[in-house]
């Protein structure tokens, strides 16, 4: 069989296995069978079915572990945060464009929050305004919760693709953004315990426009949070 054809037959296997994940819900971290076994089972050759694995692995959809065999992963969107971490190391001077796209696309998303959301993921980010709250003082923990905390509203417009999108930008940018305070163990001033209540009021109003169904009050509200933040890096990193 030649390169091609191979290459066509690989991508007719991935497109099987999707199907087998996609229809049959098979869970995050589950081990698929092994490319022996999924090459008996779909008729076709051992060099084929690695072929169609590599490919599930670009797209996000398995995670292949060395002398393991491959897993189900569900998470398309850490193939696109790795392209976006690749332009951002390719021109690190892109940052600030990176950060207004994270801009409009919580935007867009509080916007879409506000119409469709749901009283169980109002409650869902008010829980993680408290972690959020609880994590200030610790730099790691601060970046997760940060995460959750806006991953859960833009969730809530129930786009999953503008959710994914969203968290993709906003972790490469985030990482980005802290990597010297993570690398050194250091909790920058503007994020240290004391600062624990100021910090919340920069999200809280995030939430409550999406509590109380106000369009203009959630622009207003991630527009503030936006330049609020931007200021406290650039006087962290100019100190």
Same mark, same amino acid.
């Given at each position: =069989? /030649? ?14 296995? !999707?199907?087998?994940?996609?229809? !049959? ?5 589950? /081990? ?9 089972? =779909?008729? @076709? ?20 572990? /060395? ?19 690749? =332009?951002?190391?390719?021109? !690190? ?42 994590? @200030? ?33 906003? @972790? ?22 004391? !600062? ?30 936006? /330049? ?12």
């Amino acid at each position: =069989m /030649r390169p091609g054809d191979i290459l066509l037959a690989a991508e007719e296997i991935a497109l099987q296995i !999707q199907e087998l994940i996609v229809s !049959q819900d098979l869970p995050e971290g589950l /081990r698929l069978p092994s490319e022996r076994d999924l090459a008996e089972m =779909m008729f @076709t050759s051992r060099p084929t079915v690695s072929q169609a694995i590599r490919i599930l692995v670009v797209k996000g959809l398995v995670e292949s572990r /060395r002398g393991s065999g491959a897993y189900v992963r569900r998470r398309p969107e850490a193939s696109l945060a790795a392209s976006v971490n690749l =332009m951002l190391d390719l021109n !690190q001077e892109s940052v600030w464009h990176l950060g207004d796209l994270r801009l409009w696309l919580e935007t867009t998303g509080v916007d879409e929050a506000i119409e469709h959301s749901t009283e169980d993921e109002v409650t869902a980010g008010e829980t993680a305004l408290v972690r959020l709250r609880e994590s @200030t003082g610790a730099t790691a923990s601060w970046m997760s919760a940060d995460t959750q905390f806006h991953a859960t509203i833009v969730r809530a417009s129930h786009n999953p693709y503008l959710s994914s999108i969203f968290e993709s930008v906003h @972790t490469t940018l985030i990482n980005y953004e802290y990597r010297a305070w993570i690398a050194n163990g250091t909790v920058p001033k503007w994020l240290g315990r004391s !600062q624990a209540e100021a910090l919340t009021s920069l999200h809280e109003p995030i939430l409550k426009a999406v509590k109380d169904r106000d369009v203009e009050a959630g622009r207003v509200a991630v527009l503030h949070h936006h /330049r609020a933040m931007a200021q406290h890096l650039a006087a962290s990193h100019s100190a």
